[in-house]
């Protein structure tokens, strides 16, 4: 399977977070990508290419440009200001959103969804680098390269939404991958969102869209972030009503009611009738997960290729969450492996 994979990740380094009242040192580090990167160049079966930069266009069909603008420079505004640390929101806009402020903490907050991310010096090369691996991916894909396409992404994007961070999250990599398909002659795209988190910034981007289905199966919102979204009643709006499916599972769900329900979501995937798929895959499902309550197992990940493989569509993956450093590298090579060897 292709890989594309940017180095220029580690210019991303995330010092702290705000995690149940404590600051703590950030889960998003470095290390993570190079941990998959790691295990992956072990197996021998998978090729590794540095994306080719292809511009802004992709990224500016999801993000609105004050939001882009305002990310290429929030750490140098901080700093002219005269605030120490990493820019990190106080607080929140509301929506709709009000009157943007003038002082750049307000700028942070009118520009964030939740408030334990920070931005700091070099986010905006790491997330647009971030950005061309998942753009590179669905171009290999939809010019007929190949029939799959991983992009390493580092950091994450589900949780960003057209013109908000947070959880990580500073461009919507799996969003900009579809909207790329969408653009490039994809009739009818499908994200399959399998991260222990519901990806609340991609269900926004496409919610009142016909031409995009979202499908997530997360932990409950009720127990765990981001806490407002993901509920099973959320299925979209307008011409997008009953193009989103949300699959919450309770704490200590384990392989089997994970898996049945990516069953299902590849159910209401074909029928929506999908020519691609973009998979946001999140490992932290894993019961070692720090950030995760559910009990998936190393093996319920390759079983989980096996299905996507199975539903026979191209496919791009889209890396997300996971944060044990012990299952990271072995889950995302199990599942690859599992969706490539499994093609008929």
Sequence with gaps: MQVFFSETHKRHQPRHEFIGGALVPAFDRPERAEQIAGALQQTGLFKFDQPTDLGMVPIRAIHEQDYLDFLSTAFKSWQAAGLEGSPMASNVAGSPKGPRPEYIEGVIGYYANSCETTIDDGTWEGA?????????????VTTGQGRSAFA???????????????GYCYLNNAAIAAQYLRDHGTAKTAILDIDFHHGNGTQAIFYDRADVFYGSVHGDPLLTYPFYKGYSNETGTGVGAETTMNLPLGADAGNDEWLAAIT?????????????????????????????????????????????????????????????????????????????DTWP
């Design 128 to 140: 647009y680098a971030s950005a061309q691996s998942a753009i590179n991916a669905a171009r290999y």
């Design 264 to 340: 299902a979501l590849l159910g209401a995937i074909d029928s929506f009738g999908a020519d691609t798929i973009v998979v946001s895959l999140g490992v932290d499902p894993h019961h070692s997960d720090p950030q995760s309550n559910f009990q998936v197992t190393t093996d319920g990940f390759s079983r989980a290729g096996h299905l996507i493989a199975n539903a026979g569509k191209q496919t791009v993956i889209i890396m997300e969450g996971g944060y044990s450093a012990d299952a990271i590298g072995p889950c995302v090579a199990a599942f690859l492996q599992a969706l490539d």
């Design 152 to 166: 390493l992404c580092r950091p994450p994007g589900h949780h960003c939404e057209a013109t908000r961070f947070g």
